[in-house]
Nanobody
Framework: LQLVESGGGLVQPGGSLRLSCAAS????????IGWFRQAPGKEREGVSC????????SYTDSVKGRFTISRDNAKNTVYLQMNSLKSEDTAVYYCARKYSGSYVWWDSRQYDYWGQGTQVTVSS
């Protein structure tokens, strides 16, 4: 069972990136999938989550209107489209599988499998 993130990189402020989270060993559409990030010296932060049941989405306030989470069940992949990037978005981004039915999607303890992370650096 594996989650693999890709799509990170260096981008200028105001730019865009699309992160991918490819799942193997399980059917992704049976689970809520979350994106988290961790900047140096900071705690891991929940960024977004997409529901398995109805595709509803949730975002932390700082990314609302700029980030969009989506899923392609045929490809067993979840995406995070990030637009209007800011320097404060710089972090390692992780995707994770949510095992619990809790509504507290931003709590990392609700997730059981994590990817290795992909670095996003926003800098001029």
């Amino acid at each position: 069972l594996q989650l693999v993130e890709s799509g990170g990189g260096l981008v200028q402020p105001g730019g865009s990136l699309r992160l991918s989270c490819a799942a193997s060993g399980f059917t992704l559409d049976y689970y809520d999938i979350g994106w988290f990030r961790q900047a140096p010296g900071k705690e891991r932060e929940g960024v977004s989550c997409i529901s398995s049941s109805d595709g509803s989405t949730s975002y932390t306030d700082s990314v609302k209107g700029r980030f969009t989470i989506s899923r392609d069940n045929a490809k067993n992949t979840v995406y995070l489209q990030m637009n209007s990037l800011k320097s404060e978005d710089t972090a390692v981004y992780y995707c994770a599988r949510k095992y619990s039915g809790s509504y507290v999607w931003w709590d990392s303890r609700q997730y059981d499998y994590w990817g290795q992370g992909t670095q996003v650096t926003v800098s001029s």
